[in-house]
């Protein structure tokens, strides 16, 4: 009896030394409680202690699991010593050591057989016990021993993890009579959101995705000024759903939250699945840069094709066209493709003295023989009496005769060029071959049917004064050719990063989107600030043997809050929407929730693709409780 007290306060002792470095354990060993328990956090807690050293730790680590006592047990003498709390505290180290216990003593190893044997030593006190004792812990012996050990682990609970995943609230909408009145809204659940409360204080990453979800969809409207969409909202209108035969253009500049086109990419979806699908508009020419996308479309290129634009400190002549990307080519035989559903396309190019000739082919069919040379205005109109329009086989429609057009001042060496092909409704596969007598400058395509478009016009690490930057002639021949009835800015991430002051950037945001006025005075323009973020900051902290061990955490950036007050006040002064993207996606500090919850890249910079996905959903949500706000009572409410 005496040994058996003896063994349990030595145990007692162990417990409460394990409990004193358990964050050092989760710190040092996180991948092995990742796989014993799920529930536990594969990032440790930001506290550290240091009580001991390695050796020191793994001794304590296999003095414990000795001791043949089960989970209940263990959380019994830890409740005694600490209470209920340190219980619920340390549920993972604790219940994983003590679990661990029951099968160390019944397995055959070497290492667990002699810790039986010391086991048994300290019981019997005599050589023929500490014998016996390592015949029962090798699993040989059989009878009352046996009987008592296969009991114990009988009894022994399966501790397993229980991750509920919350799902999202419905948001209450008013039911409508037949009167034309609506009923009230009813009220919540409690019991539901009693049950999601509990679904969060039972794991930290449910907790997290229901707080963004919960944000989202009970967030009010971020619209603001919503009163200078009403060009847009007077088009949607006349289009009236996906029967219209009206096309809607919507023009979305940005930067890598653009570029990667799944923001405007769910935007498009949604907008089409309501107003009709207008195919994806703008794209630009082959594949300029690695990672550009248009969901909805395919493309490549030759390896002959040089990029140009994506250098922002060496825009060379500058002459990009309407996206600020182009592709050029010297030589014959290098090729561009682009596959798209679409009625009539147009191709971009850049008109010059000494250019060359492409080919255009679709659906392995020789449409025709694009010159860019730089012609007079006569030899022009031969030109155009000469080209052949599509197959003759394909539909035409009335506005989609093949032409082309040279309208840049007479004055500049260099034009804008474009042709316009009609096509078969459907799947089209385009491709542009140069022939060699000359380079060869592809500025983009647009490809249009009936319906909406909202076109993804990004370049990574883009601000808004670059397109200020491009060649003016030819950014307002192509923006005024088919002027869209909405632009979108999506800047800021990259200007908060820089030096700007909040006077400089307000004074160049003012001036680029009074040239937008200009050029296309009957659009509506969106603004979409800049989106929480966060950066790394590094410290430095003391470890074992005297080394720096470097620590880096993630703490939110102020530097957001001067570019988005900046743009906001150019909206409220010239005519602008501004749709506030950081208090949508929940403030200042939400990007650490979106990145716990799976929202965000770790760079805490960028979302993935379910995080663009529900912010683009959150924008449409707005859009449209505004739009339907017009069409019912005739005006825009602003906030």
């Not at 209920?84 to 003593?105: I, Q």
């Not at 390592?134 to 008592?148: D, N, P």
């Amino acid at each position: 009896m005496r040994c058996r007290m003896w063994l349990q306060t030595r145990f007692m002792f162990r417990l409460a030394m394990l409990r004193l470095s358990e964050l050092r354990l989760t710190e040092r060993y996180p991948r092995r409680y990742q796989r014993l328990h799920p529930a536990f956090p594969r990032q440790p807690a930001p506290l550290r202690l240091r009580l001991t050293q390695r050796k020191d730790l793994n001794r304590r680590m296999r003095a414990v699991s000795r001791f043949f006592f089960t989970p209940t047990a263990a959380l019994s003498l830890a409740a005694a010593i600490f209470g209920g709390a340190a219980v619920h505290a340390a549920p993972v180290a604790l219940s994983t050591v003590a679990s661990s216990a029951v099968p160390s003593a019944v397995t055959s190893t070497p290492h667990k057989k002699k810790a039986s044997t010391t086991a048994s030593s300290h019981t019997a006190g005599s050589k023929a016990a500490r014998k016996k004792g390592a015949r029962l812990g090798a699993g040989k012996s059989s009878g009352a021993h046996a009987k008592t050990r296969a009991s114990k682990k009988s009894s022994a609970p399966a501790y397993q993890s229980y991750v509920p995943v919350p799902q999202a609230r419905p948001v209450p909408q008013p039911q409508e009579t037949g009167d034309g009145n609506t009923t009230a809204v009813p009220a919540p659940d409690m019991a539901a959101e009693q049950e999601q409360r509990s679904y969060a204080q039972a794991s930290p990453e449910a907790a997290t995705a229901l707080s963004v979800e919960d944000r989202l969809a009970h967030g009010g409207s971020a619209l603001h000024f919503a009163g200078s969409l009403q060009n847009f909202f007077t088009a949607l209108r006349a289009q009236g759903g996906p029967q219209g035969s009206q096309t809607v253009r919507v023009l979305q500049f940005g930067d890598s939250h653009t570029a990667a086109d799944m923001f405007t990419g769910e935007l498009r979806s949604q907008m089409q699945s309501r107003f009709g699908d207008a195919s994806v508009g703008f794209t630009y020419a082959g594949h300029p840069f690695a990672g550009y996308r248009i969901l909805g479309s395919g493309r490549g290129q030759s390896a002959g094709w040089t990029t140009l634009g994506t250098h922002f400190t060496q825009l060379g002549d500058a002459l990009l066209g309407m996206g600020g990307v182009a592709i050029e080519a010297q030589g014959a035989g290098e090729t561009a493709s682009l596959s798209v559903n679409c009625r009539t396309l147009d191709v971009q190019f850049l008109r010059r003295e000494g250019g060359g000739s492409f080919t255009v082919t679709d659906n392995g069919q020789a449409v025709q023989t694009v010159p860019t040379a730089l012609v007079t205005s006569a030899a022009t109109q031969t030109q155009n009496a000469q080209v052949q329009s599509a197959p003759a086989q394909a539909p035409q429609p009335p506005d989609a005769q093949t032409q082309e057009s040279s309208t840049a001042p007479a004055a500049s060496p260099d034009q804008a060029g474009s042709v316009t092909l009609s096509c078969q409704p459907g799947r089209n596969d385009f491709s542009f071959t140069t022939i060699g007598d000359g380079p060869v400058r592809l500025l983009g395509t647009v490809s249009l049917q009936p319906g909406i478009t909202w076109e993804a016009i990004g370049i990574n690490g883009a601000e808004a004064p670059l397109i200020l930057r491009w060649n003016r002639s030819l950014f307002d021949t192509y923006l005024a050719s088919r002027p869209p009835q909405l632009i979108v800015l999506a800047y800021g991430t990259n200007e908060a990063a820089g030096s700007w002051t909040r006077e400089d950037y307000q004074a160049s945001f003012a001036t680029l989107i009074d040239h937008l006025h200009t050029v296309s005075p009957d659009a509506s323009i969106l603004v979409l600030g800049p989106g929480d973020r966060a950066i790394a900051r590094s410290s430095y902290v003391i470890g074992r043997r005297g080394r720096r061990i470097q620590r880096r955490a993630y703490v939110p950036y102020t530097g957001t809050e001067r570019i988005i007050d900046a743009q906001r006040e150019v909206c409220r002064t010239h005519h602008c929407a501004f749709w506030d993207w950081s208090a949508r996606q929940g403030g200042f500090g939400s990007m650490q929730r979106w990145v716990a919850a799976g929202y965000a890249q770790p760079d805490h910079t960028h979302l993935t693709g379910t995080g663009y996905r529900v912010l683009a959903d959150a924008l449409f949500a707005d859009v449209m409780s505004s739009y339907d706000g017009f069409v019912k009572r005739g005006t825009i409410q602003d906030y």
